[in-house]
């Protein structure tokens, strides 16, 4: 018959409850009894409970724009700019010329380039020396015709202060006639010295005229003349500064 166990009511719940009588413990088996270890009773060690880990939330602004997600390695291979053909074959060229053969065509080529941006810069230069030459040559017509008429006004205004002169005289001659006869002939002859002034001023009138049309031409020449200058000194800089990268 197995022993009763008496558990004791001060124990504390998860505890091995400790018996009132315990058997003692065998140091050695008894006749007809086989060996055997003592096997303790299995003591049932508390797990604590798996936390549960929520996952993280990650607020998004529906304003902002949300980050790139792409890895690094992908995104530079999408932004890295393709060569052109030219470029890949001007690579071809330097890779197998050597460095210094490379850089001896590289400056032949800028060499040939310059020359060639030269000539046609040149060309253009031609191009506006010939039209400013038109215009000046036209600028020595239109003031040799404007110098040619001045000099027809100078007797015509002479003539015309001489009869101005002539009609001052003659009203002075008319206020002292006493006589009727005197008078008529003196108002006759005042008649004739205004016929005669409107005459010389017709002529004068006419060639006033001429003249300022001519300045007219002259002075529209010389706005065309103009932003043809400033052309022609853009011209000669892009010229100068060939001309140096060539030294």
Do not use: C
């Not at 890779?95 to 053969?101: H, I, L, Q, V």
């Not at 600028?139 to 008429?149: F, Q, S």
């Not at 529209?220 to 043809?228: A, D, F, H, R, S």
């Amino acid at each position: 018959m197995e022993p009763e166990f008496q558990q004791n009511p001060q124990a504390i719940p998860g505890q091995i409850p400790v018996t009132t009588n315990p058997e003692p413990l065998k140091t050695r088996p008894s006749d007809g009894e086989s060996p055997s270890i003592p096997t303790p009773n299995p003591i049932s060690t508390p797990v604590p409970p798996t936390p549960i880990v929520e996952p993280l939330i990650i607020p998004v602004n529906p304003t902002e724009s949300v980050p790139n997600m792409v890895p690094a390695d992908i995104t530079a291979n999408t932004q890295t700019k393709e060569l052109t053909i030219a470029e890949k074959l001007e690579a071809a060229r330097v890779a197998m010329e050597g460095p210094e053969r490379a850089a001896e065509r590289q400056l032949r080529e800028k060499e040939e380039k310059a020359k060639s941006a030269s000539a046609e810069l040149e060309a253009q230069k031609a191009k506006i020396e010939k039209i400013k030459e038109k215009l000046e040559l036209d600028w020595i017509d239109l003031d040799n015709k404007r110098t040619a008429l001045k000099k027809s006004l100078v007797p015509i205004l002479a003539e015309e202060t001489n009869i101005e002169n002539e009609e001052k005289k003659d009203e002075l001659e008319e206020e002292q006639a006493a006589l009727p006869e005197q008078k008529h002939a003196a108002e006759k002859k005042r008649q004739d010295i205004e016929d005669k002034r409107k005459e010389v001023e017709g002529r004068k009138w006419a060639i006033q005229e001429k003249i300022k049309k001519i300045e007219t031409e002259i002075e529209e020449n010389t706005k065309k003349y103009q932003p043809l200058l400033d052309e022609e000194e853009k011209i000669i800089e892009q010229l100068e500064k060939l001309r140096s990268e060539l030294i």
